[in-house]
C-alpha cells in the first residue's frame, strides 16, 4: 500500500520560508517521479514543482521557479519543498504525489498516489 504523508505547514509572514516534507513508503521509489501540486479556495489544484527520484532532475511552475527547492532524500525515501520569499498567493494546500514515468511532470492526470495535504497560509 502506498502511503504519502505531508508535513511542514503553517503560517508565516510573507517573505518567510517554509519546508514540507513527504515521507513515501510502499512501492520502490527509484523508478518514479515525485511531485508536489497546490489547490487554493476556488481554484483548480496546480502543479508547483517535480522531481525524478532516480535523476534528480527537478521541474518548477513559473510562478514558484527561483523562490522554491526541490529535494529528495534516498535513504528516508523523503521529498522536500523548501519554499522562501512566500507571497500571500501561495497560500494553498499542498500535496504531494508519485508518479510511473510521466512524460509531463505538471499533468496531475499523471499521478497515481497522492497525499493528504498541508495547509500553507501566507500573511501579507
Known amino acids: 500500500q502506498v502511503q504519502l504523508v505531508e508535513s511542514g505547514g503553517g503560517l508565516v509572514q510573507a517573505g518567510g520560508s517554509l519546508r514540507l516534507s513527504c515521507a513515501a513508503s510502499g512501492r520502490t521509489f527509484s523508478s518514479y517521479a515525485m511531485g508536489w501540486f497546490r489547490q487554493a479556495p476556488g481554484k483548480e489544484r496546480e502543479f508547483v514543482a517535480a522531481i525524478s527520484w532516480s535523476t534528480g532532475r527537478t521541474y518548477y511552475a513559473d510562478s514558484v521557479k527561483g523562490r522554491f527547492t526541490i529535494s529528495r532524500d534516498n535513504a528516508k525515501n523523503t521529498v522536500y519543498l523548501q519554499m522562501n520569499s512566500l507571497k500571500p498567493e501561495d497560500t494553498a494546500v499542498y500535496y504531494c504525489?508519485?508518479?510511473?514515468?510521466?512524460?509531463?511532470?505538471?499533468?496531475?492526470?499523471?499521478?497515481?498516489?497522492w497525499g493528504q495535504g498541508t495547509q500553507v497560509t501566507v500573511s501579507s
Open positions: 504525489a508519485t508518479a510511473p514515468h510521466p512524460n509531463d511532470y505538471s499533468d496531475s492526470g499523471t499521478y497515481d498516489y
